[in-house]
């Protein structure tokens, strides 16, 4: 597919570059925003040509379908400085690839990949001094699609909005890597059969803040959620993948829940499954109980445990709570697999191991 030129409005108003440093100096998650964004609208059964123009708010009737029904869908990736300087994204095709499938599930158009590709390249070309140059720092990507049809009817929108904005993210920890808490949640599920379990959208983590204020209130970081007809195997971590790894006749085992329909394919996930391979390590999907991880950390079978997503890349869990028990995972300190895996995917992103599968979208 041919995609045609963008629109492009440059900012007349962008951040000097005393105040842009000052803000990647420690940009958090989330909290500021490049000079730009980008918007595409889909009207008349076809995507209109995209639009670069200066970030700022979105103009939506109160009557938009979004605002109602709650067709609303997002993503997530990241842009990286690589050591020639160049600027690389990770896997955004694959994001693009979830995105459609969300927008299927949800009753939305879907774009083409490479709509998708050439927004997120244009953003990142026109606010490339937004991308910081440390490691463990990247300019986190969210492309979005809403339903803006101004109509009160129970139907899929005719119309939609596609939106990129990009944020600079600091290192998710800063003062060093620290296994987490988490909460094995027996009051709230995250997403049952034949639902929206494996698509990407909004009403999902809506669902999920009350569950992770439970947490909160226990004394942890996060909520691990179970499947909702037992209420017993393992899904997530809040809005991360898990792993759990094991010693087995001498050989280390990397496993993580199987997809179901109710949990979200995350791309870090399946770049992990293939990168523990590469470094020996054997992967497997499988399903786990509360009972199977209570009983092989208690043997010692099972080592270590981590979550996984895009933000943060891997967190170490160090401790388990619920109702009844505890109990503590490698002492509570992060395990060697855990570090390994996490520096192997941070070495490709940034460019300094050799990108052998091409994950590595240079801009």
């Given at each position: ?8 409005q ?68 990241k842009?990286f400085t ?8 990770f896997r955004p095709?694959?994001?693009?690839e979830?995105?459609?499938r969300s ?52 139907r899929p929108?005719?119309?939609?909005l ?47 803040l ?8 226990k ?12 209420r ?29 329909g ?11 499954l293939?990168?523990?391979k ?23 079978r ?14 170490p ?13 490698n ?33």
């Amino acid at each position: 597919m041919t995609v045609p030129d963008f629109l492009i409005q440059p900012s007349t108003n962008p951040l000097s570059d005393a105040e842009r440093e000052k803000l990647l100096a420690s940009p958090g998650f989330g909290r500021y925003f490049t000079d730009h964004m980008v918007t595409i609208a889909y009207k008349d059964g076809a995507w209109q040509r995209g639009e670069v123009k200066p970030y700022g708010p979105l103009s939506l009737a109160p009557s938009a379908s979004t605002l109602h029904y709650g067709q609303s869908i997002f993503e997530g990736f990241k842009a990286f400085t690589q050591p020639d300087g160049s600027i690389g994204m990770f896997r955004p095709d694959a994001n693009a690839e979830r995105f459609n499938r969300s927008a299927a599930r949800l009753a939305m158009p879907a774009i083409p990949p490479e709509l998708f590709l050439k927004a997120a390249d244009e953003l990142v070309r026109i606010d490339q001094a937004w991308v910081p140059k440390n490691v463990g720092e990247s300019l986190y990507m969210r492309p979005l699609m809403i339903a803006t049809d101004p109509f009160l009817g129970v139907r899929p929108s005719l119309e939609y909005l596609f939106v990129l904005i990009a944020s600079p993210a600091g290192a998710y920890f800063p003062q060093g890597v620290k296994p987490v808490t988490v909460w094995i949640s027996e009051d709230y599920v995250r997403a049952a059969p034949g639902g929206t379990g494996e698509a990407k959208c909004a009403g999902n983590y809506a669902a999920s803040l009350l569950a992770q204020a439970q947490a909160l209130d226990k004394g942890c970081d996060q909520v691990v959620w179970l499947d909702a007809v037992h209420r017993e195997y393992i899904e997530e971590m809040g809005g991360m993948n898990l792993f759990f790894v094991y010693k087995e006749d001498g050989q280390t085992v990397v496993a993580t829940p199987e997809l179901t329909g109710t949990l979200l394919p995350g791309i870090t996930r399946q770049s992990l499954l293939e990168l523990g391979k590469q470094l020996g390590f054997i992967t497997r999907e499988q399903k786990l109980t509360v009972r199977n991880w209570r009983d092989d950390i208690a043997s010692g079978r099972m080592t270590e445990v981590f979550a996984c997503g895009t933000a943060a890349v891997i967190t170490p869990v160090g401790k388990v709570k619920a109702h009844g028990f505890e109990f503590a995972i490698n002492n509570g300190e992060n395990g060697p697999v855990t570090m390994a895996l996490r520096e192997a995917l941070l070495a490709i992103q940034h460019g300094t191991a050799p990108d052998t599968r091409g994950w590595m979208h240079k801009i």
